[in-house]
């Protein structure tokens, strides 16, 4: 007997294990092209196409299907029939407006019947435009203007709005994965960021205060590169112009039910000027744990950076000697040297297939020291925010509502001499700001062709200052802001299934900033007020030419008062006012043509804006500048460009982007020259089985053209020398990328 059952085993054992191999050849739909590195899978085995577009796959008995996937192609799952060999076409992959969707205004909705202006961009689109910097993604979005004066010198406007800020961003809120990223005076900074962790940009242009709280320009919405389906490791090498390198390890995979990503980032650059080095180590870690109902996300950030700063420059200088810093920060050798880190936990919980609820809570802390040519400014800073909100979903209607609560201690003493030491205090302050946003979000679809969006945010903000200095008098104070209530409205109707036409009422506001909260000796300013603004806005965004054509239009006007700006009292003192009006209109497009498929898949862009920026009511030292144009800001922005791929992995792409000219004080009596930047880039792509091999590299400013990249603007002149208005851009400067993937089965 037991013989018997060992002959029996051996018999059927073969079977049990059987396997075959099939292969196949892998082909465009369109062209008949092979596809190389296309992802073949069954549940058992996984398998590369070949530079011919060639595979060979074992199965096993229990596959039934095998899935093919290919870069730019839609996935295509294939029945095993038992035939030796497999013919399978791809198509490639469309935008489809139906199904893209996005996170503007707290509220997950398909782009095509959102109402307001919303733009999008990809990992692919963003890796594309540069491997360093967000500058020339959001450069490509109309109304959105990035000035880069160095890595860390930077200033983003949106329809104008922010243009007043001498240094940095403000009034555009911005977040990572529902982390909010602006501070409590509403100064964001993104350029310090890893482009490794960024999957996703997201632009919400114009008022968003009834989602967001304080933000009249806008709101930049990142999010997290998601972990991968298999692990997979990810080295980055870059080395660039102007001793410019940096180095990135990227780890993400899923186990069971958690994804996993880990980023290390390490940029140096010594810098197109003097006194210009750039140091930067980048740390980010997201986790996410899913059950059947629930979500739970751990989020860490670390940004440690040293940076030099060379400033700005007046005009003979930058025209001359533009590699040069302005001397007295190139005597002292400025610096600032800066750490962030930032931790956030976040939970989700669907409670039935109506009802979710959502939890975040945020912890913050930022150090900085910064040698500058008058002190030495030393900086730290705690915040805790968090948010809590409840979600309802029926067939047609959705309402969100919920709370964020916002803390932020700050701590800033000046120094003279360079050096921290008591002896040598100039300042010891203390500020504590508090904000609450309550806001109930709502979106009805009556009908398939309708839907309807409506929110309110109610916003209550405090300043409590303590001046620590006490040598000079007591400065203390407190500010209570009115409370704001921000409303919007909008409305999206379908023309057909891939076009839609829209129209928005929004309000908007913008809390003051830490500067414009104090008077020149440190008190408490008592009449400053938030600026606010009123946003009048209609568009039409969908497909049209056989869907090859995707178009976006925004016609805005918005009307601002109580504008914030920065009136001179004396040769460097300033105090924040509210000094008048402004009026925002303009016109926003986007074009995007996708030719009829062939060897070479094409995509011609074009997009740009035509704005009137105006001071309706401003009156600043006995000068009426009313009419005039908003400093700092240009009328005409446009942008074309091709972006053509090829299915054996080959890309370019070239763009041009024109700036016009722009005043660079209230006067109007001073402008910057129009000029236009070239950029080409190419690259490759290959694959050998787990191993993944990307080679990229581009020129920027392909034509030399001089250029202020960034402006002071209203530089004052100290004595007899002029003023420093320009930070000169880079010129023809190139770079080179390679990126190494291993992928696990």
């Known amino acids: 007997m037991p013989r018997c059952l060992l002959i029996l085993l051996l018999a059927v054992t073969p079977r049990l294990f059987a396997q075959q191999i099939i292969s196949g050849t892998i082909r465009d739909r369109q062209n008949?092209?092979?596809?190389?590195?296309?992802?073949?899978?069954?549940?058992?085995?996984?398998?590369?196409?070949?530079?011919?577009?060639?595979?060979?796959?074992?199965?096993?008995?229990?596959?039934?299907?095998?899935?093919?996937?290919?870069?730019?192609?839609?996935?295509?799952?294939?029945?095993?029939?038992?035939?030796?060999?497999?013919?399978?076409?791809?198509?490639?992959?469309?935008?489809?407006?139906?199904?893209?969707?996005?996170?503007?205004?707290?509220?997950?909705?398909?782009?095509?019947?959102?109402?307001?202006?919303?733009?999008?961009?990809?990992a692919p689109q963003i890796s594309r435009n540069s491997p360093v910097a967000l500058e020339p993604s959001l450069n490509q979005i109309p109304g959105v203007l990035m000035h880069t004066g160095s890595f860390n010198t930077n200033r983003i406007t949106i329809r104008g709005i922010g243009s007043r800020s001498p240094y940095g961003t403000s009034k555009i809120k911005a977040y990572l994965d529902e982390i909010p990223l602006t501070s409590g005076d509403g100064e964001t900074t993104l350029e310090d960021l890893s482009l490794l962790a960024i999957s996703q940009i997201e632009v919400v242009r114009g008022p968003v205060s009834g989602s967001y709280g304080s933000g009249l320009g806008g709101a930049i919405l990142l999010k997290s590169s998601p972990g991968t389906e298999h692990l997979k490791v990810k080295g980055n090498f870059l080395t660039a112009s102007f001793g410019t390198n940096k180095t990135g390890l990227s780890l993400s995979g899923n186990r069971r039910r958690s994804s996993h990503l880990l980023v290390s980032d390490r940029l140096h650059s010594n810098g197109y000027r003097d006194n210009n080095r750039y140091d930067r180590l980048n740390l980010f870690s997201w986790n996410r744990f899913e059950s059947e109902k629930a979500v739970f996300n751990l989020l860490?950030?670390?940004?440690?950076?040293?940076?030099?700063?060379?400033?700005?420059?007046?005009?003979?200088?930058?025209?001359?000697?533009?590699?040069?810093?302005?001397?007295?920060?190139?005597?002292?050798?400025?610096?600032?040297?800066?750490?962030?880190?930032?931790?956030?936990?976040?939970?989700?919980?669907?409670?039935?297939?109506?009802?979710?609820?959502?939890?975040?809570?945020?912890?913050?802390?930022?150090?900085?020291?910064?040698?500058?040519?008058?002190?030495?400014?030393?900086?730290?800073?705690?915040?805790?925010?968090?948010?809590?909100?409840?979600?309802?979903?029926?067939?047609?209607?959705?309402?969100?509502?919920?709370?964020?609560?916002?803390?932020?201690?700050?701590?800033?003493?000046?120094?003279?001499?360079?050096?921290?030491?008591n002896e040598n205090l100039l300042s010891d302050n203390l500020e504590k700001r508090i904000y609450g946003n309550l806001f109930v979000q709502g979106n009805w679809n009556p009908v398939q062709q309708l839907n309807l969006e409506s929110s309110v945010n109610l916003n209550l903000t405090r300043y409590d200052y303590s001046d620590r200095f006490l040598t000079d008098g007591n400065a203390s104070g407190r500010r209570n802001f009115e409370p704001v209530v921000s409303p919007r409205v909008g409305i999206s109707y379908l023309t057909g299934k891939k076009n839609a036409l829209f129209m928005l009422v929004s309000h908007g506001f913008s809390a003051p900033t830490l500067e414009e909260t104090l008077l020149p000796d440190g008190q408490v300013n008592p009449e400053i007020q938030p600026?606010?603004?009123?946003?009048?806005?209609?568009?039409?965004?969908?497909?049209?030419?056989?869907?090859?054509?995707?178009?976006?239009?925004?016609?805005?006007?918005?009307?601002?008062?109580?504008?914030?700006?920065?009136r001179r009292t004396g040769e460097d003192a300033y105090v924040g006012v509210n000094a008048g009006k402004t009026s925002h209109a303009g016109l926003e497009f986007a074009l995007r043509?996708?030719?009829?498929?062939?060897?070479?898949?094409?995509?011609?862009?074009?997009?740009?804006?035509?704005?009137?920026?105006?001071?309706?009511?401003?009156?600043?030292?006995?000068?009426?500048?009313?009419?005039?144009?908003?400093?700092?800001?240009?009328?005409?922005?446009?942008?074309?460009?091709?972006?053509?791929?090829?299915?054996?992995?080959?890309?370019?792409?070239?763009?041009?982007?024109?700036?016009?000219?722009?005043?660079?004080?209230?006067?109007?009596?001073?402008?910057?020259?129009?000029?236009?930047?070239?950029?080409?880039?190419?690259?490759?792509?290959?694959?050998?089985?787990?191993?993944?091999?990307?080679?990229?590299?581009?020129?920027?400013?392909?034509?030399?053209?001089?250029?202020a990249s960034m402006f002071l603007i209203n530089a004052p002149a100290f004595g007899n020398a002029p003023p420093r208005y320009y930070y000169p851009g880079l010129p023809r400067n190139y770079f080179v990328a390679l990126a190494i993937e291993f992928t696990g089965s």
Not at 75 to 94: C, F, H, M, N, W
Not at 533 to 552: I, P, Q, S, V
Request: a positive charge.
């Open 593 to 707: 043509y996708l030719p009829p498929p062939g060897r070479w898949s094409t995509t011609w862009l074009v997009n740009g804006t035509l704005a009137r920026f105006r001071f309706k009511e401003f009156t600043e030292m006995g000068n009426n500048y009313a009419g005039n144009q908003l400093t700092g800001v240009p009328s005409v922005v446009l942008h074309a460009g091709v972006e053509t791929r090829t299915p054996s992995g080959f890309e370019g792409n070239l763009h041009l982007r024109f700036t016009g000219r722009m005043p660079l004080n209230d006067a109007n009596s001073v402008f910057s020259d129009a000029y236009s930047l070239t950029t080409l880039n190419a690259g490759k792509s290959f694959r050998l089985k787990s191993v993944g091999l990307r080679v990229n590299g581009g020129v920027n400013n392909l034509f030399n053209q001089k250029y």
């Open 300 to 421: 860490f950030d670390l940004v440690d950076l040293k940076a030099f700063i060379p400033s700005s420059l007046d005009y003979e200088t930058y025209l001359t000697s533009p590699t040069r810093a302005a001397a007295s920060w190139a005597a002292v050798k400025g610096f600032e040297d800066s750490r962030k880190i930032r931790g956030a936990v976040t939970w989700k919980q669907q409670w039935n297939h109506q009802v979710t609820t959502s939890s975040t809570g945020v912890l913050a802390s930022h150090r900085n020291l910064e040698l500058r040519p008058f002190n030495l400014l030393q900086e730290q800073a705690l915040t805790a925010s968090g948010r809590i909100s409840a979600r309802y979903q029926s067939h047609t209607l959705k309402i969100n509502s919920g709370l964020e609560l916002f803390s932020e201690t700050y701590h800033w003493e000046t120094f003279s001499d360079g050096k921290a030491q």
């Open 531 to 566: 600026e606010t603004g009123w946003n009048f806005e209609t568009g039409a965004r969908g497909k049209t030419f056989a869907n090859r054509l995707f178009y976006d239009l925004s016609l805005f006007r918005m009307a601002v008062k109580n504008l914030l700006v920065a």
């Open 32 to 122: 008949g092209q092979a596809v190389t590195a296309a992802r073949i899978t069954t549940r058992s085995s996984v398998t590369y196409s070949d530079l011919q577009g060639r595979f060979k796959l074992p199965v096993r008995d229990h596959d039934s299907l095998f899935t093919v996937q290919a870069t730019f192609y839609q996935p295509e799952i294939v029945r095993i029939t038992g035939a030796a060999a497999y013919t399978v076409e791809l198509s490639l992959q469309e935008q489809n407006l139906e199904e893209i969707t996005v996170s503007a205004l707290r509220s997950e909705n398909k782009l095509l019947t959102t109402a307001g202006a919303v733009s999008l961009l990809a």
